[in-house]
């Protein structure tokens, strides 16, 4: 009795995680001068739910609500509510980094005056990304995932009349359309192959999907039989869902251009919540990948890391930094999937949610007070780029602290989350290796200079941002001490202090240096990593190449003791121009696009056109002659028979003239006329 | 013994001349006296082809019912015209064409 009571309580709370935003989406229309405060006390009740949920759930008993839904013929589609340790996690996570955006957005947004569309969006937002991490079937993830990346698109396109935004959500929500065709038809092959989609049976317990096998080249489920590459064609088709969603090679470029949106948005869902949307997907339904997907997984994943990584070397923009950190991070999340250890990537997954926002949030802390000092002296700079920037950290000590804090765990420097979540992907990828041998060797190469990258890239932001001189006050000509730039009030401050707790290694781990000893880590570990040397090799040489980068890079960007002339040279430039990769996708893809569109605006314009107005001239035509016939020939037939009629009617009357003896003149000629008749006859 | 044929000469010439007077006068008097011409015209005819039925004698009973009637029918035109005069203050019957068409 007790069991059935708190799980109709666990309904319940599930419930109220999900319903809460969506209600703050509806109220913040209608009352929109308190729509801060209402999307701050829904997404507090999501997150207290989600807490109580967590406790509940973690590690204990999984719980599936499911409801009947959808019958078409023998196929029945559940809505419901699946929470097992994946889901708590991630519910978690999502409401605990939205409430804080929540907090830090008031004063982002303070003077915006579609504040209340804003904070409804961001509520939309919570709503569709918490029912997506609880949702018990695909089908049901699938509409959570277009609703995920619809809202993306309005938040990207906030600010509306710039025009970069609007070109930057068109690009986000036609990359990530790309990507929702193959999640869809992943769905459609698994719902014809098991007549099912309900996460739970067939990953779960019931184990659906173990029940198939592969024999023969036959693919057999319970309900049927396909051709074996069903089975491979059904994991890229998902994956390509993940690509898009997690901003994965080749489907990457919108996200660099989705940092048009406010920098609270990007840090929430483009750095911390969406992106991973991705990820979760492929661990939300992993057992379903064989081994060449599995493969195509990896290799995408490192490179997309390796790419990205050297694309941040170069950019200017901070955020684009950190965009193509993301891109680069998520990239480790794909590979780890790929060499099958789920939990380092759902580790990294939280680790990296953390310590990326907190990265979002002190750099949208300078950009915000530099976008102040701009409005206040009507100065005209980009408040994004680098080159304006230096030596903030005496003017804004605790954004440089925060910001030092999470750039040091993406490094993955020790005693950080960073050196628990990275090192036991890299350690994973030399396992992997190590097992698989020859060419495999090339995982655990790029995947280490992609770290000691990150740790230069990361470095780079810090001393170029907080170090040095700041170069502002020359760039405008205005003397430092009239420039009043400081941290930025409680609202932006307290989130960001509140997140950089959660970067120490301390949180995940009781012991920082040994990752056995992580509880998220713990929580989904389905094999414990050998006793080998690599758990301690691993993290050693890579921290101790990443504390001479550490310095080199203090030496090249705070000391500018050595100086790089590489602006010639055809890697930076590369690595400027993001690999070209925008440039070909315009030429090869866009122009040619463009130019199907124009053929086919001509041949609508001349010959679809041209053929309906020679049917409507020819139609005209027609009609003119069925006019002309109908006024003189039918009308003329009608009316001749009328006229006719009148004409003997005049005529007949004229005999009634009234005097007597016509009437009998008339009545002698008939008698005559009959009797003539008979005569004749 | 006059010959059959002079009775029906006589009775087409009186028949002829009534129909000539009704349809020429312009006194519906005269007119009357047309249709009385041309009623005695058809007396006649009937008295003369009576001699051939002496027993039952249809020709002169037919003569006399006609006669009869003759008289009733100019009795009640009579009094028509005097209606007509009444209103129109004219006998002629051509001016009296107040129905025409």
Redesign the interface.
């Known amino acids: 009795m007790e069991n059935l009571l708190s799980s109709y309580l666990i309904l319940c709370l599930a419930l109220t995680v999900i319903t809460a935003p969506f209600l703050s989406f509806l109220l913040s229309l209608i009352f929109k001068k308190v729509a801060p405060a209402i999307g701050i006390l829904s997404i507090s009740t999501s997150f207290i739910s989600s807490v109580i949920l967590f406790f509940t759930v973690w590690k204990k008993q999984t719980y599936h609500f499911a409801f009947n839904w959808i019958n078409i013929g023998n196929t029945k589609i559940d809505i419901g509510i699946l929470l097992n340790d994946l889901s708590v996690i991630m519910l978690m996570l999502v409401s605990c980094i939205a409430l804080l955006m929540h907090f830090y957005s008031v004063e982002y947004i303070k003077t915006d005056k579609l504040k209340y569309r804003y904070f409804a969006y961001l509520s939309l937002f919570c709503f569709s990304m918490l029912s997506l991490v609880i949702a018990d079937n695909l089908f049901t993830l699938y509409a959570f995932w277009e609703l995920v990346g619809f809202t993306s698109y309005l938040l990207i396109g906030f600010w509306f009349t710039k025009e970069k935004a609007v070109r930057a959500n068109k690009k986000a929500m036609i990359m990530n359309r790309i990507g929702d065709i193959g999640f869809l038809i992943g769905i459609l092959i698994i719902l014809s192959h098991f007549h099912t989609l309900d996460i739970d049976l067939l990953f779960g317990q019931s184990d659906l999907f173990s029940s198939s096998f592969i024999k023969n080249d036959a693919w057999v489920s319970p309900f049927g039989i396909m051709p074996s590459y069903w089975l491979t064609i059904a994991g890229y088709c998902f994956f390509t869902g993940a690509i898009a969603k997690s901003a994965q090679f080749p489907l990457h470029t919108w996200l660099p251009d989705a940092m048009q949106g406010p920098t609270a948005v990007s840090s929430l869902i483009h750095a911390a919540t969406m992106v991973a949307a991705g990820v979760f997907l492929l661990l939300r339904i992993a057992p379903l990948f064989n081994d060449v997907v599995l493969i195509t997984i990896a290799i995408i994943g490192l490179f997309t890391a390796f790419m990205a990584a050297t694309i941040a070397l170069t950019q200017n923009d901070i955020k684009k930094v950190l965009a193509f950190s993301t891109i680069s991070q998520l990239g480790f999340m794909m590979l780890a999937v790929g060499i099958k250890d789920n939990s380092a990537a759902i580790f990294h997954l939280v680790v990296h949610a953390f310590l990326k926002c907190l990265l979002f949030l002190a750099a949208g802390m300078v950009i915000h007070q530099l976008h102040h000092l701009k409005e206040e002296k009507t100065l005209t700079f980009d408040e994004q780029n680098m080159q304006n920037m230096g030596g903030l950290r005496k003017l804004m000590p605790i954004t440089a602290v925060v910001f030092l804090i999470a750039a040091c765990a993406l490094a993955g420097l020790p005693f950080t989350s960073g050196y628990l979540s990275k090192d036991a992907i890299l350690v994973s990828v030399f396992e992997y290796a190590d097992i698989n041998g020859g060419l495999f060797w090339l995982f655990p190469l790029f995947i280490s200079i992609t770290s000691w990258l990150t740790t230069f890239y990361i470095f780079r932001v810090v001393y170029r941002v907080f170090f040095g001189d700041f170069r502002l006050p020359k760039i405008v000509s205005i003397p430092l001490a009239s420039l009043n730039l400081h941290d930025p009030n409680k609202w932006m401050i307290i989130p960001s202090v509140i997140l950089s707790v959660f970067c120490f290694g301390f949180f995940f781990a009781y012991n920082p240096f040994n990752l056995d000893s992580s509880w998220v880590y713990n929580g989904f570990n389905l094999q414990q990593h050998n006793e080998g040397l690599y758990p301690i090799l691993v993290p050693l040489y890579i921290n101790v190449m990443s504390f001479a980068i550490i310095g080199v890079t203090y030496l090249i960007y705070a000391k500018q003791n050595i100086k790089l002339n590489l602006e010639t040279s055809w890697m930076y430039k590369l690595s400027y121009n993001q690999w070209y990769f925008d440039a070909f996708y315009d030429v090869f893809l866009i122009k040619i696009v463009l130019l199907k569109a124009k053929a086919f605006y001509w041949f609508d314009r001349n010959v679809i056109d041209g053929f309906i107005h020679f049917l409507s001239e020819l139609t005209l035509s027609i009609s003119k002659i069925a006019a002309w016939i109908d006024i003189h020939i039918i009308d003329g037939l009608v009316n001749g028979a009328a006229a006719l009629v009148k004409q003997i009617g005049i005529w007949l009357r004229g005999m009634q003239s009234g005097k007597l003896q016509h009437y009998f003149i008339w009545m002698l000629m008939v008698v005559l006329s009959f009797m003539i008749y008979k005569i004749v006859i | 013994m006059i010959p059959l044929q002079h009775f029906l000469f006589i009775g087409a010439a009186l028949f002829s001349l009534g129909?000539f007077a009704?349809?020429?006068r312009k006194n519906a008097i005269q007119?009357l006296m047309g249709i009385e011409l041309m009623l005695n015209a058809s007396i006649l005819n009937m008295v003369a082809f009576g001699k051939y039925d002496k027993i039952d004698n249809t020709g002169q009973m037919f003569g006399l019912f006609i006669i009869v009637l003759a008289a009733a029918s100019v009795a009640v035109a009579l009094v028509i015209i005097m209606n007509l005069y009444k209103r129109t203050k004219n006998i002629d019957?051509?001016k009296?064409?107040?129905?025409?068409?």
């Not at chain 2, 009296?96 to 068409?101: D, I, P, Y």
């Open positions: 129909l009704v349809i020429t007119i019957p051509n009296a064409n107040s129905l025409n068409g």
